[in-house]
């Protein structure tokens, strides 16, 4: 069967359409994106402004076009932090669904993470044991432990590159106090939930998915040789270490030109370094591994699990 993942997170309104049946990996056949940086919309008292919510609707519209062109045989649709935590966020599904036909499955961070870690086990597979999980969104950092398809801790803190980036990094290039600002919170958010991911054995492999650490990655990591794989990425503290004051010199309209960093996530993206930085400390990791599936990924696999 043909599936439409409709994914309206912080960044972006992202359409993955894949061909895929119970037992097998999906196979992705098309994509379609719209750039919203939903963060830069958010009024005051925490609404999402009217140009905003045009722009959800229109690129949702849009999706949808999209999906009906590539043939689909079921659209799942859902929305993450930035319509979660909207004062009118009610108001915004309301209208998405009477304006477009959608009716958005608003995700808890919980569940993104529960989802994004089903990916990640799924792709990295049983003999990889114990894994540890770093996700970086527009909004939220999402983070999980556990050896099961189910993770035994699985949180949302609100250290999403978009959400960072509004709050403390208001110059372009960010100023170096900026950064010790943001590193500070960083930390301080990350030392309150670290804790709770302490008892027991240590992880297998810790890895890191979402579109900000896979940038990171291409910039500041390397590939080696793995099992079943002939092109592990690898992300060490070190280099990201190494990388982020130098990105944090240079404005967000030539960083497009490094190795990794995309136009859709030039904006952020030092403030993704920062977070994750500071996230590999605070659970005592010097280095990740890449995983390419995440989220839309998650949504899927437990789409087919439930049709078998």
Do not use: C
């Not at 609707?57 to 649709?77: K, T």
């Not at 009610?90 to 993104?112: C, I, Y």
């Not at 190494?242 to 404005?251: C, K, S, V, Y």
């Amino acid at each position: 069967m043909r599936l439409g993942v409709l994914d309206v997170g912080s960044n972006t309104v992202h359409l993955l359409v894949v061909d895929a049946h119970p037992g097998a990996r999906p196979l992705p056949q098309s994509s379609h994106k719209a750039v919203l940086r939903l963060m830069r919309y958010l009024e005051p008292d925490g609404a999402i402004s009217p140009e905003g919510v045009e722009a959800i609707v229109g690129s949702i519209r849009d999706a949808v076009a999209a999906a009906r062109d590539d043939g689909i045989d079921e659209l799942l649709p859902f929305a993450t932090s930035a319509i979660r935590e909207a004062r009118n966020g009610e108001k915004v599904l309301a209208r998405v669904a009477s304006e477009t036909g959608v009716e958005l499955q608003v995700l808890s961070g919980a569940d993104e993470s529960r989802l994004t870690f089903l990916a990640v086990r799924r792709w990295f597979g049983w003999s990889a044991g114990r894994i540890l999980l770093f996700d970086i969104g527009g909004g939220s950092l999402e983070l999980a432990l556990g050896q099961d398809e189910d993770p035994d801790v699985a949180l949302s803190v609100p250290l999403g590159a978009g959400r960072s980036t509004v709050e403390f990094l208001q110059h372009d290039p960010p100023r170096p106090e900026e950064i010790d600002r943001l590193r500070a919170h960083a930390r301080s958010v990350l030392a309150d939930v670290a804790g709770g991911f302490s008892s027991g054995a240590r992880p297998d492999h810790v890895v890191g998915s979402s579109k900000t650490i896979r940038s990171l990655a291409r910039l500041a990591g390397s590939t080696e040789d793995g099992p079943g794989a002939s092109d592990r990425s690898v992300l060490r503290l070190k280099g990201l270490d190494d990388w982020t004051p130098r990105l944090a010199r240079i404005p967000a309209d030539a960083r497009p030109a490094l190795p990794g960093i995309t136009e859709d996530r030039t904006f952020q993206i030092v403030a993704g370094a920062v977070v994750l930085s500071e996230a590999m400390r605070a659970f005592g990791v010097k280095s990740l591994e890449v995983s390419p599936w995440a989220l839309r990924e998650g949504v899927i696999l437990r789409r087919l699990d439930r049709l078998s």
